[in-house]
C-alpha cells in the first residue's frame, strides 16, 4: 500500500514562511512527478506546484515568485518552501504523486490526507 504523509503546517502571520513535506512510502517502483495542491474553502482544489523527477518545475501564478518546491528522490519526499505569507494562501494543502508500484504496472496518481495552512494574525 502507497502512503503520501504530509508535514509542516500551521498557524502563521502575514509575511511569514512555512516549509511543507510529503514523504512517500510504500511499495514504489518510480515516481514520475509530484505536486502540490490547495483547497479553500468554498473553492475548488487548485495546483500550487508541481515537479518532475528531473526537476522541472511549475508554478501557478498567485504563488510564483513566492514558493519554491523541490524533491528528494532517493527519499521520496517533495518539499514546499512558503514565503511572504497571504491570508489568500490559507487552505488545506495536499501533496500528490504520479507513481508506479512496480515495473510495468503503470503510473497513477496518488494524493495525501493533507495538512491546514491559516495564514492570519
Known amino acids: 500500500q502507497v502512503r503520501l504523509v504530509e508535514s509542516g503546517g500551521g498557524l502563521v502571520q502575514p509575511g511569514g514562511s512555512l516549509r511543507l513535506s510529503c514523504a512517500a512510502s510504500?511499495?514504489?517502483?518510480?515516481?514520475?512527478?509530484m505536486g502540490w495542491h490547495r483547497q479553500a474553502p468554498g473553492k475548488q482544489r487548485e495546483l500550487v506546484a508541481a515537479?518532475?523527477?528531473?526537476?522541472?518545475?511549475n508554478y501557478a501564478d498567485s504563488v510564483k515568485g513566492r514558493f519554491t518546491i523541490s524533491r528528494d528522490n532517493a527519499k521520496d519526499t517533495v518539499y514546499l518552501q512558503m514565503s511572504s505569507l497571504k491570508p489568500d494562501d490559507t487552505a488545506v494543502y495536499y501533496c500528490?504523486?504520479?507513481?508506479?508500484?512496480?515495473?510495468?504496472?503503470?503510473?497513477?496518481?496518488?494524493w495525501g490526507q493533507g495538512t491546514q495552512v491559516t495564514v492570519s494574525s
Open positions: 500528490n504523486a504520479d507513481l508506479e508500484r512496480h515495473r510495468g504496472a503503470g503510473f497513477y496518481d496518488y
Open positions: 515537479i518532475t523527477r528531473d526537476g522541472s518545475t
Open positions: 510504500g511499495r514504489i517502483f518510480s515516481i514520475n512527478v
